[in-house]
């Protein structure tokens, strides 16, 4: 990580060498979360609801509180490491101070509201799947600007 925050990228090789296999491996993991989110969850309020809460129509059962946690655990873990790298590439760019402080600001809030989307409509009210919708799609973005 001290190489993301060093002044002088332009001039390390070594960076220069690892930067297009990191960010490869970014758009990777991207779109594979992505796609395995779509397809394990939907992208419905509905099929989001049900996900979590259960159907017993679709014979769906709700998810436990230990399977929601465990998915917590892990997007909190690898979309805090993805964003704060990105975070650190990003203040080494030209655009101006303000974008880059509400592009990091953006990223983080719809991380950590997608990261918590689960527990609040599994335990609070099925209304949040439309703030894990958003929450969602704007970690997506916002991740792919910083790319």
Known sequence: ???????????NSH???????????IGLFLVG????????????????????????????E????????EEVHIRSFLFGFLLLSLASL???TNISPGSKRVLII????????DSLG????AYLHPGFSY?????FLTLYISSTIMI
């Open 15 to 25: 960076i220069k060498l690892m930067l297009p296999f990191f960010i490869l491996f």
């Open 1 to 11: 990580m001290k190489f993301f925050l060093s002044n002088n990228l332009k001039n």
């Open 62 to 69: 709700p998810r436990g509180i230990v399977l929601i946690l």
């Open 131 to 135: 703030l894990k919708i958003l929450s």
């Open 118 to 121: 689960g527990i609040l409509i």
């Open 106 to 113: 953006i990223s983080f809030i719809s991380g950590l509201m």
């Open 33 to 60: 979360d992505f796609l395995y989110s779509i397809n394990n969850s939907g992208l419905t309020p509905v099929s989001i609801t049900n996900y979590y809460r259960g159907n017993e129509e679709k014979l769906l």
């Open 90 to 92: 990003i203040l080494q």
